[in-house]
């Protein structure tokens, strides 16, 4: 299957910096990538869409100025929490659709954020 | 808005049972289905994809059945081994957008 590779897989901050998070795809090209936020023992809860070249979509909810979401080519998607509260402490993984039909999901490794 | 349900939550059985997880979703106006094993503290490795107009699918000792009238589908393991042991999840996808359930946690016992 295809690959998606997270960058990092663990990170720890202060309150009040940011953190960036990138995703790639490896062997194929994607014009959007999916970021989700996962809580312990609950769902995926998709954050937002990102679309090369444009502006990301929002899910209700989600705040896209502390969220801040680039993609700005065809491989790399980037999440950058911004002034993170330890509430932002969290599990992030983002994803890309590819495949015959392009519409089959490939997620990451995810990224364990933890906010002291 | 479309949900996921997934039964059991938790699921323990020895080495070499076969067993069945259930999936059901409220929303039958999907793209495909996709079922997902989840290692703790890691990503999702997609199994299965089942396109909306399929049946199933099978991968090895994997089956996974979809009827999309009835908004159900299953996830077979045939002669399960303590390297399955993860958490599953199913995920219809909907305007390309997947929406998960919570999972169910598979134990295989040794």
């Known amino acids: 299957g295809a690959v998606v590779s997270q960058h990092p897989s663990r990170v720890i901050c202060k309150s009040g910096t940011s953190v960036k998070i990138e995703c790639r795809s490896l062997d194929f090209q994607a014009t959007t990538m999916f970021w989700y936020r996962q809580f312990p023992k609950k769902s995926l809860m998709l954050m937002a869409t990102?679309?090369?070249?444009?502006?990301?979509?929002?899910e209700q909810g989600v705040e896209k100025d502390k969220f801040l979401i680039n993609h700005a080519s065809l491989t790399l998607s980037t999440l950058t929490v911004t002034s993170a509260h330890p509430e932002d402490s969290s599990f992030y993984i983002c994803?890309?659709?590819?495949?015959?039909?392009?519409?089959?999901?490939?997620f990451g490794q995810g990224t364990r954020l933890t906010v002291v | 808005k479309q949900e996921v349900t997934q039964i059991p939550a938790a699921l323990s059985v020895p080495e070499g049972e076969n067993l069945v997880l259930n999936c059901s979703f409220t929303d039958s106006a999907i793209y495909n289905l996709q079922w997902f094993r989840q290692d703790p503290g890691k990503g999702l490795t997609s199994l299965l994809l089942?396109?909306?107009?399929?049946r199933e699918q099978t991968s090895g000792r994997l089956n996974a059945s979809l009827d999309k009238s009835s908004g159900r589908s299953t996830l077979y393991i045939a002669a399960s081994q303590p390297g399955d042991s993860a958490t599953y999840l199913c995920a219809p996808a909907g305007s390309y957008q997947l929406t998960f359930g919570k999972g169910t946690k598979l134990s295989v016992i040794p």
């Open positions: 089942i396109q909306s107009s399929q």
């Open positions: 990102s679309n090369e070249g444009s502006k990301a979509t929002y």
């Open positions: 994803s890309a659709l590819t495949g015959e039909t392009g519409t089959e999901a490939f």
